[in-house]
């Protein structure tokens, strides 16, 4: 079979967020390619290419598939490029997958006559049964996690089982995307994946809900296989891992870390994790590893907060966190939402001088975002809270839903004032300037944007 696989540009008016390699079709073409289909990646957010510049590429290929991968704020475009690919060769199959598709499955089908099906869930092996039915021109009522058109019915078949050893899934296909598109700062960072699934139920995230509460783990020689390779091919030498929670089994990570140091790779990596899962011996071996920088799920400085989000910390846990990273000398950034259910200007303020307190290099203040699938969403729903379903606007930027203890336009501005005073500060900006590096430029190009932005609205 011949098969396209599509990543759907991101909505004009949203929050612009930089091309990252989207590793979900990394490894779908890796396994389409095991399977022995001719594959080719079209990723509209690296290359930068509007609906009508995918329409110019798919016009110059033969696709027996088009498989388009959507968050939620590519949901409405990902429909878009469906379309296209439908006008252009009206006898493809168009499937859909990724984490909206999941839990907005029979809407899809319903509100997007070009799509015929949506793959559910964890999408490699559902992928590549779909791929072999279509080829035999079976029928897909056996094909496990799809949901699909049948004549006038939408038919949703049963959930397929997760993969139990993920070190049976290929390397993701490198080789199938413009790595150039994905350079920041003169810099290639390449996304690894080496667990899926996560033991917590945040009210907020649709991982654990996508990929299971099931904590499944890659070897370490399997993982540190993956970054020799792309060291040895590439040249890459930065690496993101792209774990919901890196150090759930802390034992693992010392594994990964020994294993980087005894084949002696020269590289350079970050994390993301909570701030209840790592002590100071393994930050310190994760530093002497390669490890530069950890991403922590701050969320809030309200307990009141964090308790109603289902977290399962303490506030003293994130301070005692970033104080051992920082003693160990890694470069921290606090991940953060800002306008949960509960949320008010008073909790809003003690989350932003909260996080001044902590002192990272970097933060991200996001508006929460009720997801489709996850209880953030049924909760505004049930309360009548939500104000808009328009997916172009869930970009972490926009509120979207609004509680009658913080209107949208305030937490709006909250936001704002909150990045200004965090970036605008030149004690940090100097700071910064002396890292270098990826991190300290573009920390340093942030507080610029944040300053022309001030700016710009004092002279308006």
């Known amino acids: 079979m011949k098969v396209t696989l599509v990543n759907p540009p ?75 690919s439908k006008e252009v060769h009206p006898e493809c199959t168009t499937v859909l997958g990724g984490c909206h598709a999941t ?38 009522d056996e094909v496990q996690g799809i949901t699909f058109r049948k004549g006038d019915k939408i038919i949703r078949n049963e959930d397929r089982a997760y993969i139990e050893n993920l070190d049976d899934l290929p390397f993701p296909a490198h ?44 070897s370490p020689k399997n993982v540190v296989d993956e970054l020799e390779f792309l060291y040895n091919k590439y040249g890459a030498d930065q690496f993101t891992f792209y774990d919901d929670a890196f150090t759930v089994d802390p034992r ?93 200007e008073e909790t809003a303020w003690e989350t932003v001088n909260f996080v001044k307190s902590l002192n990272p290099e970097d933060v991200g203040f996001y508006i929460a975002t009720p997801y489709p699938g996850t209880p953030l969403y049924d909760i505004v729903k049930e309360k009548g809270w939500l104000k808009t379903e328009d997916f172009d606007r869930y970009d972490t930027a926009t509120p979207v839903f609004e509680t009658p203890y913080l209107s949208m336009e305030r937490l709006k501005e909250i936001r704002f004032k909150a990045l200004q005073g965090f970036y605008l500060r030149p004690r940090y900006v100097l700071k910064m300037l002396a890292k270098g590096g990826v991190y300290g430029i573009s920390a340093v190009r942030t507080s610029m944007a944040y300053l022309l932005r001030t700016l710009h609205l004092k002279l308006s």
Not at 33 to 54: A, M, T
Request: with cysteine; net charge positive; proline share 4%.
């Open 252 to 344: 693992r990570v010392d594994e990964i870390c020994d294993e980087i140091m005894r084949r002696k790779l020269p590289i350079h990596w970050d994390c993301e994790t909570r701030v209840d899962m790592v002590n100071k011996p393994l930050l310190e071996k994760m530093k002497k590893a390669g490890c530069i920088a950890v991403w922590f799920g701050v969320e809030s400085g309200s307990q009141t907060i964090i308790d109603q989000m289902h977290k399962k910390f303490k506030i003293e846990q994130t301070r005692d966190a970033f104080k051992m990273a920082h003693e160990v000398g890694l470069m921290t950034v606090a991940s953060v939402i800002l306008g949960f259910p509960g949320e008010t």
């Open 10 to 84: 991101y909505p004009e008016k949203a929050h612009q967020h930089l091309p990252f390699i989207p590793l979900s079709l990394g490894y779908l073409g890796a396994v389409c390619e095991k399977g022995g289909h001719e594959v080719n990646v079209i990723d509209c957010q690296g290359e930068k290419l509007s609906p009508e510049d995918f329409r110019r590429r798919i016009e110059k290929i033969d696709a027996d598939v088009v498989g388009i991968t959507s968050a939620t704020l590519t949901y409405k475009s990902a429909l878009k490029i469906a379309k296209i």
């Open 103 to 140: 839990f907005w499955d029979v809407n899809a089908l319903n509100e997007c006559p070009a799509l015929d099906v949506i793959v559910r869930k964890e999408g490699e092996i559902t992928f590549l049964d779909l791929l072999s039915k279509l080829k035999g021109k079976e029928s897909l």
């Open 175 to 218: 080789h199938l995307l413009n790595l150039n598109s994905y350079i920041k700062v003169g810099k290639l960072i390449i996304p690894v994946m080496t667990s899926r699934g996560c033991v917590y139920w945040c009210d907020f995230c649709t991982a654990v809900r996508m990929f299971g509460r099931k904590y499944r783990m890659r």
